[in-house]
Nanobody, 123 residues
Framework: QVQLQESGPGLVKPSQTLSLTCTVSVDFIFTGYYAWSWLRQPPGKEMEWMGVIAYDGSTWYSPSLKSRTSISRDTSKNQFFLQLSAVTPEDTAVYYC???????????????WGRGILVNVSS
């Protein structure tokens, strides 16, 4: 069973860029048809889908976050990455990486999830 693990700083200052890594436990994760997403859940709020990178490197982003979000990958290390720029305290959330059998733009349909990482945005 595939395992995903988020990593990165737990504290980011306002206006800085939040950078997270998702490491996947299996090899060649971009040779199949799976899609790899980032999602987040702010305290007391619902899960929010942020963006996805497909097996061929294509990316899609939530319209509300598109101007600040970038998802990339390192195929040699079975990792994909999230960058969220110009963060504010409203970006404080538990951030998750997840896998889906195909590209989709909601939290539904993910078949594997990381445990999540809490990122606080505070000065």
């Amino acid at each position: 069973q595939v395992q995903l693990q988020e990593s990165g700083p737990g504290l980011v200052k306002p206006s800085q860029t939040l950078s997270l890594t998702c490491t996947v436990s299996v090899d060649f994760i971009f040779t199949g048809y799976y899609a790899w997403s980032w999602l987040r859940q702010p305290p007391g709020k619902e899960m929010e889908w942020m963006g996805v990178i497909a097996y061929d490197g294509s990316t899609w982003y939530s319209p509300s976050l598109k101007s600040r979000t970038s998802i990339s990958r390192d195929t040699s290390k079975n990792q994909f990455f999230l960058q969220l720029s110009a963060v504010t305290p409203e970006d404080t959330a538990v951030y998750y990486c997840a896998r889906a059998p195909r590209v989709n733009f909601t939290p539904d349909g993910m078949d594997s999830w990381g445990r999540g990482i809490l990122v606080n945005v505070s000065s």
